[in-house]
């Protein structure tokens, strides 16, 4: 009898594991297939510049994250090895960023409150980068996703006070 239980149990945590293992490699496909459906449409959105690429003298965009809080988030590394948080907004009626377009704007999320300057390169290297998202076919669609920088500070405080401190995203409930 006891030999009977003890083959059962076997069998069920057998069958457990068996269970954790097959969901684990299913939930590692899935963020795998995920993390490649965020890659094709990243690449897309930055038109002819690639993460982790160099472009104009040497500036690099080492990570850039999907609209989160109304905008789309990149990590910016100068060439002197500086990394700064860009965040791309929807533009407003006047244009607050050191970089602008038609529909968009580049805000360095650095805490300096619009006080801070900017180097003529920097301006040119966030200059790129909007005019290869403005060019992109998808700028409609982007542009409204995205929130300006007064919506922003509006709708989501917490994070964009974050924001000028921190290099991650934050994730807000109720993902725009």
């Known amino acids: 009898m006891k030999s009977d239980r ?3 149990l076997r069998r069920v945590l057998v069958a457990t594991a068996a269970t954790a293992v097959q969901k684990n490699a299913w939930s590692r496909e899935n963020e795998d297939e995920q993390e ?3 890659n094709r449409y990243l690449s897309r959105l930055l038109g002819g510049l690639s993460i982790g690429e160099p472009f104009f003298d040497s500036w690099i965009i080492e990570q850039a994250y999907p609209p989160m809080a109304g905008a789309v988030i990149l990590h910016l ?3 002197n090895e500086d990394l700064f948080r860009i965040d791309v907004c929807k533009r407003g009626r006047t244009a607050l960023a050191p970089s602008f377009s038609k529909h968009l704007e580049c805000f360095v999320m650095d805490g300096g409150g619009g006080e801070a300057t ?3 390169e ?3 290297a966030l200059w790129v980068i909007v005019e290869a998202l403005e060019s992109n076919p998808m700028i409609d669609v982007l542009s409204e996703q995205l929130f300006t920088h007064r919506e922003r500070l509006k709708f989501f405080p917490e994070a964009m ?3 000028a401190k921190e290099l991650i995203p934050t994730v807000v409930e ?3």
């Open 6 to 8: 003890r083959h059962f």
């Open 161 to 163: 006070s974050r924001a």
């Open 118 to 120: 900017y180097s003529s």
């Open 122 to 124: 920097m301006r040119e």
């Open 77 to 79: 590394r100068a060439p």
């Open 36 to 38: 490649e459906k965020r």
């Open 174 to 176: 109720g993902e725009w």
